[in-house]
């Protein structure tokens, strides 16, 4: 396998299918997410990779939803939000591009549904290219 450091400055071999990570920095989910309200990343320009995830643990129950949007901005979107529901402490995921339609950004938003801040850990992303 070759090695790679060229992809947003993470490193990864080289296999079968062309994968960008993204941290939790990048995504914009680095804070606590107050209670009853949302944390929202800001828009990803997806530079022509095909498929998006992201997965997460937070402290209290909630949901990850992801926005695709037809123009770099983050001002259009594509379609309605993917969603996965958030069980306190039980990592969960969100996938986009499944569905073939095209999209030039997303943006993640974390929504915690307690009376209490929600804690993010394990947060990560993953662009990939088919």
């Known amino acids: ?3 790679r450091s060229d ?3 993470v490193g990864g071999e080289l296999g079968p299918a062309l994968q960008c990570l993204q941290s939790a920095a990048q995504l914009g989910l680095t804070g606590n997410v107050p209670p009853n309200g949302s944390l929202a990343g800001p828009a990803l320009v997806s530079n022509g990779w095909k498929l998006f ?3 997460l643990k937070s402290t209290q129950a909630g949901q990850i ?3 695709r949007f037809l123009d770099l901005a983050g001002t259009i979107p594509q379609g309605a939000a993917v969603t996965a529901a958030l069980t306190a402490n039980t ?3 969100a996938t986009v591009g499944t569905d ?3 999209f030039a950004s997303v943006q993640v938003t974390v929504t915690n549904s307690s009376g209490s801040a929600a804690t993010l ?3 990560q992303g ?4 088919s």
């Not at 993953?126 to 290219?129: C, E, G, I, T, V």
Request: aromatic share 4%; proline share 4%.
């Open 7 to 9: 992809i947003s400055g």
């Open 121 to 123: 850990s394990a947060v």
């Open 91 to 93: 990592a969960a995921s």
């Open 100 to 102: 073939g339609l095209p």
């Open 65 to 67: 939803s992801v926005q």
């Open 53 to 55: 995830s992201v997965g």
């Open 1 to 3: 396998m070759t090695q």
């Open 126 to 129: 993953l662009f990939q290219a």
